[in-house]
């Protein structure tokens, strides 16, 4: 038994627990363990720098950046609610369009966190005006982050795509988005019909003649995201880059307050992400993830290494972040699982990897869910019964999510979109 490669993976799952438990910030616990550990293994500390992925941390602070600049000036606060005010008094389309508006506005760059801010408070003011229950709501928008955040141009996406590549695994952005885009949509669509959506009589809450035009800075803030996803998307420009030209440009109009666009970028996502990257890189160093492969492959074969990863991911992101803990966690295992089992497909792994922990962003211990019940707690100034009950009903959600997408990976459908793409 290789000792090293043992005790990399006791440092990384207690900085992922004391994280947890201790409330803090997994990537500083992740920095602190990296050094204590490079000391016990004799690693050198310019070889545990280097695990520092400069890339991927470019990338993020550039579209993390821009849209901090687009939530700051209230473009896309405005543009959730005029898109709302269209519907008039068809109410049973406001889960419909809370959920195509929160997959667009993820896909188009922001990404699942600052989309799940927007759509938990949108979701659960809508929810107090109309008399009802956030949880018949709330799942729509945070449903709807996850079904964009894995967008090529969406920082999750980016992440997922980035370890998938250094793995050696390429063709990931297409299957992986298109993967997790019908898992969140069947999902939604169960629960529209689950919570009697379609036989609702509620008029819309959002009056278009209450709300202003768009002014000269979110107009042009505007132009400029739709111009990043075409430097992107169409001329193949690096994301965090072009993102970085376009908030430059706006700080240059003046569109947005620089300095408060600057304290809007969730710094401590990207403390959690570089961290654990840089403790990732060491524990692969020193044989952990070889190791975790292995015990991972030993409970697989063809048929259940789909539901088996999809479950773990799910599991994982109960407690912890997606794109700071589960994917860095995970997605270096699967080269390792592939070779040990007979017929996998790695980009249906990290497919499955990424579905199963975005279904489980619903809960309240993971970030969507926990921004819920905050303003819930905030805008109905909820009693500690009603928390508590709003609390268990999406938890109870999120299990059924990870369920549902888990017996969906069974089926065999995210190991058939990567032979159509």
């Known amino acids: ?21 201790r409330k803090i910030n997994i990537g500083i616990v992740a920095i602190g363990f990296s050094l204590i550990l490079g000391r016990i293994s004799g690693v050198s500390d310019s070889k545990i720098i280097s695990g520092f992925g400069y890339s991927l941390f470019v990338m993020l602070l550039g579209v993390m950046y ?14 959730a609610k005029k898109v709302l005010a269209v519907l008039g008094k068809k109410s ?50 945070l449903l709807g982050s996850c079904a964009g955040g894995f967008s090529p141009i969406a920082p999750t996406g980016i992440i997922a795509i980035s370890k998938a590549a250094e793995g050696g695994i390429s063709g990931v952005d297409m299957p992986l988005f298109a993967g997790v885009v019908i898992g969140m949509t069947l999902y939604a669509i169960i ?24 002014n000269r800075q979110q107009l042009i803030t505007l132009i400029g995201i739709i111009i990043m996803a075409l430097l992107t998307l169409v001329f193949k420009v690096n994301v965090g880059l072009s993102s970085f030209v376009i908030a430059m440009i706006l700080s240059i109009l003046r ?31 020193l044989g952990g993830i ?15 290494a789909a539901p088996i990863m999809t479950a773990t991911g799910g599991i994982l992101s109960w407690f912890s972040s997606t794109s700071g803990v589960v994917l860095p966690t995970l997605i270096p295992t699967i080269p390792g699982i592939v070779e040990q089992v007979p017929g996998a497909n790695a980009v249906e792994l990290i497919t499955c990897i990424s579905a199963g922990a975005h279904g489980a962003a619903l809960s309240p211990l993971s970030t969507g ?22 609390f268990a009903r999406m938890f109870i959600i999120s299990i059924l999510a990870v369920v549902f997408v888990s017996a969906l990976s069974f089926t065999g459908l995210f190991r058939l979109l990567t032979t159509i793409f």
Not at 257 to 269: C, H, M, S
Not at 369 to 376: I, K, Q
């Open 191 to 214: 629960l529209f019909f689950v919570f009697k959506w379609p036989s609702m009589k509620i008029a819309s809450p959002v009056n278009a003649k209450d709300l202003p035009a768009f």
């Open 92 to 141: 049973f389309m406001i889960p419909i369009v809370i959920y195509l508006l929160a997959v667009i506005l993820s896909a188009i760059g922001p990404g699942t966190i600052p989309v799940f801010a927007l759509m938990a408070a949108l979701t659960v003011a809508l929810s107090i005006q109309m008399d009802i229950n956030p949880v018949k709501l709330a799942p729509f928008g």
């Open 290 to 304: 070889d190791m975790l492969s292995a015990a991972l492959a030993s409970l697989m074969n063809k048929t259940t």
């Open 369 to 390: 869910g926990a921004l819920v019940l905050a303003s819930f707690s905030g805008l109905a100034k909820a009693s500690p019964d009603e928390r508590n009950t709003l």
């Open 255 to 285: 569109v947005s307050d620089e300095g408060k666009a600057i304290a809007g970028v969730p710094w401590g996502t990207l403390i959690m992400i570089s961290g654990m990257g840089i403790l990732m890189n060491l524990v692969i160093l």
């Open 66 to 79: 821009l849209f901090s600049i687009a939530q700051i000036n209230g473009t896309l606060e405005l543009l």
């Open 1 to 21: 038994m290789n000792i090293m490669a043992v005790l990399s993976l006791i440092f990384l799952f207690a900085a992922i627990a004391l994280g947890f438990f």
